[in-house]
């Protein structure tokens, strides 16, 4: 054997999955598909905005021909391309009326290093949801089965926020909170007093607000307020692969990084019901290896991990392996966004904040939870959101020029809030990641379709959502209140999860309570395609607990030699 | 093939086998013009067309008691975006902007827009602006846009017109305005 583990993919799940098995002291070979990425060396995050190529903007010929997807994510610019792949480069294929936004970057930390960063723990009203109401299948774990590793996971990743003793949001192990603004706390009393079982919490978020001495260890410091965080960030004050997981992996001198490296199939051997080869293809010199170890995990994101499964097909698994239930690559989900709502505030004239909070507020779901009244459609959805005070981009779309408009945008303008929806979307069947049947990539690999829309369910869940948005911001004062203007397309949110899902019953799902194949007992996965229904909060935590709750099992089922 | 285009090929893959040596991907971007890009970068503004624009962003934003919009670098910004960042039809419309202020300078003083007085030139594009933002035109509405970015995110625009720190290092999450001062520029 060439290592005791291999783990396919270095973002959240596959960093996790690297410094829990590097600590139990087996030898792990990391595979990452993009290339090397220096952590702080490799970042713009010093630049000044005067500094940062066209202020920011990514030229608009180059945008459409190569970034025609990527570039629909708030994260795109030009001090943060690199982390985007060229969707000319990297093409995937859906039905020409059901657009599916793929969004992604091929490098060491994958998306660890753009994630959004809030996180949130899922509640056993998430893990039962689909026993409850039978869309989907019943949830091999509950909350009890993951509230440790969520403990280990935030002390660790390092979370600030504040414990609010909600059933819906489990509280945790929290670095201080940030503060919510003048605003907010407006907002929050007001809310709170008009709908008593809505609560708002300031924006838990994996951002050192006091670097414990396991983080300063790592190199890590405390959040500066910078708000550049997409760019990847110097200080490693928020969490990535690359500030966290894998420099710890790295300390124990158990771990092998291999970048630039794309995994083409899985081998199975079937007398021993075993992966027995990661066969890839080096992306510089186009040649073939293959990497032998004890155990693998999957962790190439929820639709390149459903991509290898499906392309490792072989006598036994003809359409893929571990896919004896036919499941693999079905049940994409990803949360709904583009709902939600905005207005302005006309009060607090004279107050303003000083530095840039890298979160806001959350509002947790209480649709069909503790208001249910009226309610058309099955589970929720929870709103982040937040205030400030415009500045001197109003000039563009109002009125003025010279003195009077210089004057004018001296000093802040009004307050603004947005309400930001996340809904719950349904598992469905058809809602399908496969392989395409004639064209292939660059690699000669066979390209991802990606066929997925949403249904009635989510329709009237986001017609929900507007309606109690404007709602809330109009009881609270604020003015000029607008709806989102449209639900975007599946894949917006980057949330996507549930091609791999976990479940009791082998012929309805491809993992166990453990994320261990059914079907093939040396293969795990614990990225988000290991997710039987989305819930309404940001999943990476739940990645986060979900890799290193498998990734000891496995350790153990080693050691023990069970496996 | 010709001589030239394969003798710039075979510095092309020079380049880039330097560029793999010395520092990946990040390095590649500064040397190496992206097909699309390359696609994108148009011709220039002529010299008549950038004195036009100089003193147009200067009327937007005039020098006062802080730098206006030439000290600033914003013309030179705008003929940047203009080569660089614009598509043809965004090039289009940033000079018809350019174009329009010329005419209306004509039809209104019979005289070029950088022969007028200061205050015939403000007459022009406050008109055109309060004109073509009442219309929500889109190619004006991206011509002042690129105007207020070149000024207030250059560095004079930023930190001495309004704030600007590149490293806060603190969240003070309700304070009087009077104690920050002016509107924070990011």
């Known amino acids: ?563 | 093939m010709s001589d030239s285009s394969s003798q710039k090929l075979n510095r092309r893959a020079l380049l880039l086998g330097a560029v793999l040596l010395v520092g990946g991907a990040a390095a590649l971007t500064r040397f190496v013009r992206k097909p699309g890009a390359g696609s994108a970068a148009g011709p220039g503004l002529t010299g008549a067309q950038f004195a036009l624009l100089e003193q147009v962003c200067e009327v937007i934003i005039p020098t006062t008691d802080t730098a206006g919009a030439i000290v600033a670098g914003v013309p030179v910004f705008i003929r940047q975006m203009i080569e660089e960042w614009s598509s043809a039809e965004s090039r289009a419309e940033l000079i018809g902007v350019l174009e329009t202020a010329e005419k209306q300078a004509w039809s209104r003083f019979g005289a070029a827009f950088i022969e007028l007085a200061p205050e015939r030139r403000f007459d022009v594009i406050n008109d055109l602006d309060a004109q073509r933002l009442a219309s929500q035109d889109p190619a004006y509405r991206k011509f002042k846009h690129l105007v207020l970015l070149g000024y207030y995110q250059s560095e004079v625009g930023a930190t001495h017109e309004l704030r600007f720190e590149l490293v806060p290092g603190a969240w003070r999450s309700c304070v009087p305005l009077s104690e920050i001062g002016r509107a924070s520029a990011v």
């Open chain 1, 1 to 563: 054997m060439d290592f005791d583990a291999i783990v396919v993919g270095s973002g959240i799940s596959g960093g996790w999955v690297a410094k829990e098995l590097c600590e139990r002291g087996l030898k792990t070979l990391v595979i990452e598909r993009g290339h090397h990425v220096n952590h702080r060396t490799d970042y713009m995050d010093f630049s000044a905005p005067w500094d940062v190529p066209h202020r920011g903007m990514v030229p608009e010929a180059e945008e459409a021909e190569h970034y025609a997807v990527q570039s629909t994510c708030h994260a795109f610019n030009s001090a943060t391309k690199q982390w985007w792949v060229r969707d000319s480069e990297h093409p995937y294929s859906t039905p020409a009326d059901r657009p599916y936004r793929w969004i992604r970057g091929y490098h060491l930390g994958g998306r660890s290093i753009t994630w959004g960063r809030q996180t949130y723990r899922m509640s056993d009203y998430d893990f039962g949801a689909n026993l409850k109401d039978g869309n989907g299948i019943d949830w091999p774990i509950r909350y009890a089965d993951l509230s440790p590793w969520y403990d280990r996971v935030e002390r660790f990743a390092g979370i600030s926020g504040a414990n609010e003793g909600l059933e819906q949001l489990p509280d945790g192990q929290f670095l201080p909170p940030m503060a919510l603004n003048c605003v907010e706390n407006e907002f929050k009393k007001r809310i709170e007093e008009e709908f008593p079982t809505r609560r708002i919490t300031v924006g838990r978020c994996a951002h050192l607000t006091e670097p414990t001495a396991e983080h300063i260890a790592l190199g890590r410091g405390p959040c500066q307020l910078r708000s550049t965080c997409e760019r990847g960030c110097g200080y490693g004050a928020y969490f990535s692969s690359l500030s966290a997981t894998l420099p710890a992996a790295e300390k124990t001198g158990n771990l092998t990084v291999i970048t630039d490296a794309i995994v083409e199939r899985l081998d199975y051997d079937h007398a021993k019901r075993r992966v027995s080869g990661v066969r890839v293809i080096d992306t510089n010199t186009r040649q073939g290896r293959s990497y032998q170890a004890r155990v693998v995990f999957v962790c190439a994101s929820t639709i390149g991990t459903a991509q290898i499964l499906l392309a490792s097909q072989s006598e036994y698994f003809p359409t893929g392996l571990a896919n004896s239930s036919d499941t693999v690559g079905r049940y994409l989900m990803d949360h709904l966004v583009g709902i939600g709502a905005g207005g302005t505030h006309p009060g607090f004239q004279d107050r303003y904040y000083y530095g840039r909070r890298p979160t806001g507020f959350y509002l947790p779901r209480y649709i069909n939870l503790t208001e249910s009244a009226d309610v058309d459609f099955l589970r929720g959805y929870g709103f982040q959101g937040y205030s400030g005070r415009s500045s001197w981009e109003r000039g563009g779309y109002q009125a003025g020029v010279g003195a009077d408009l210089k004057q004018r945008l001296r000093y802040p303008g009004p307050w603004g809030m947005q309400l930001i929806g996340f809904g719950e979307m349904l598992p469905r069947a058809d809602n399908r990641v496969t392989l395409h049947s004639s064209r292939k990539d660059r690699w000669g690999l066979p390209l991802v379709h990606i066929d997925c829309t949403h249904g009635e369910n989510e329709r009237r869940l986001a017609e929900r959502a507007n309606r109690d948005a404007v709602q809330m911001l109009v009881a609270a004062g604020f003015e000029n209140v607008m709806p989102a203007a449209e639900v975007k397309p599946p894949g917006h949110s980057v949330h996507e999860m549930g091609t791999a899902r976990m479940g009791r019953d082998p012929s309805t799902s491809v993992l166990n309570a453990r994320n261990q194949a059914h079907d093939v007992q040396n293969l795990f996965i614990t990225d988000g395609s290991c997710m039987s229904s989305c819930g309404t909060v940001n999943p990476s935590l739940t990645y986060m607990a979900l890799s290193a709750r498998a990734a000891n099992y496995a350790a153990d089922r080693l050691a023990s030699g069970e496996m």
